[in-house]
């Protein structure tokens, strides 16, 4: 007995609420839910992530190593959670409140930043706010990918990247402001971060429906059984020919998702993703190579992050289209070669004025084409039951390895100076793009065209 890789969300996988805004095309109306959550959150995070390079280095005085540790915190902390806030959202059928609980968790380290004072302080806390968005993160993604159609997924992940990203310029442009009104206002940009994610976790509490995918998707399978309107066509863990549930009365063990994790195309998507992370140094550092090298005034630091966010969010939904049209894995690979320009334009000592905004422009190109791509593909690639293990999964991979990279980088900044770092880097992610192009080719085929056994899934 045989399912395809085709997840149609028309019977209702998230209840009544999504079903009336589910039509086919259609963003439903939990993405925006959920991409309004997020542009909170990405208020009260970017606008204290944007002043923390610059604070950490200028303020306090501390190496770029001692940056490199805090920033690999934050690419990486999140890896020690992120697949089990995944298992827990399958396991439960629950992922609204497995979110929220990460949610919550990010919230409270607002506060802290409040009351603490230091380095060590300050460090523990961006830890555990990290390990909130790892906590958050798989079941949020889990809930757009159940609800959006098939054919449309990237442009649903598009639309919430959208928001999301609307969120991560305006907290940056608060920030700045902040600080131009009041010289080292820190305390006021984290009073601002504390506002905007207690309302981020009110909205995600209150207003998002409480999603139960696997419950929908048995009852959707029972009714179609009874009517006699079973259809072959159908997701993995949906109704197959006859009105038969397939997999989506299973129960959400252990062995069942690692079953699915084995996909050779998933492993394909992991390694590739792995590799990639490696030879991405966070953006913070790219932002202090354009500083040193152009050396303007540090009250206009955060504003860095404003123009990359404002150029993801216009390109999000577009490149999201793209994606789903010219093949997701293949846009995954390009929005890596901007990453090489971004470093470019970072690291050589050009003297093009332009550069700097150039860099800005092509590291929202990355962004737009890798974020929610990822979340995308990997959501696709296994049966719905293990969908936010799945994207843990591929999530976790590119944590780790960022962590990785940013602390090293750090280092070889430190060891050869900015511009050798930059394009060291820059010349081994150019080394590894054909090989990762190739890998991710098997990715690139139709769900529909894949047929796995039930015992092979």
Known sequence: MYVTLRDRPARAPLGPAARASAGRGRVP???????VVSLLTDISSEAVAAVLPIYLTAALGLSTIAYGIVDGLLQGMSALVRVGGGWAADRGDRPKWVALTGYGLSALTRGGLLLATGFAAVTALVAVDRVGKGIRT?????????AADPDHVARAFGVHRMLDTIGAALGPLL???ILWAVPD???SVFVLSLGCAVLGVAVLGLLAPDARPRRDRERAAAAAAADGTGSGRTG???TGAGGATAVASRPVTAPVVLRHLA???LRRLLLVAGALGLLTVGDGFVYLALQTRDGFATTWFPLLYVGSNIVYLLLAIPVGRLADRAGRGRVLVAGHVALVGAYLCAGLQT???GATVAALVLIGVFYAATDGVLAAIAGRLVDPDARATAIASAQTVVAVARMLASIGFGLLWHTVGRGPAMLAIAGLLVAVLPVCWWALRPVDRAPSDVALPLGRS
Do not use: C, K, N
Not at 29 to 35: A, D
């Open 138 to 146: 798989a079941p949020r993604d889990a809930m757009i990918s159940a």
């Open 29 to 35: 109306s939990v993405v925006v839910t959920l991409g």
């Open 351 to 353: 003297g093009w004025a």
């Open 236 to 238: 993995a863990g949906e």
């Open 185 to 187: 206002g820190y305390r």
């Open 263 to 265: 996909d050779p195309r």
């Open 175 to 177: 920030a700045f402001l």
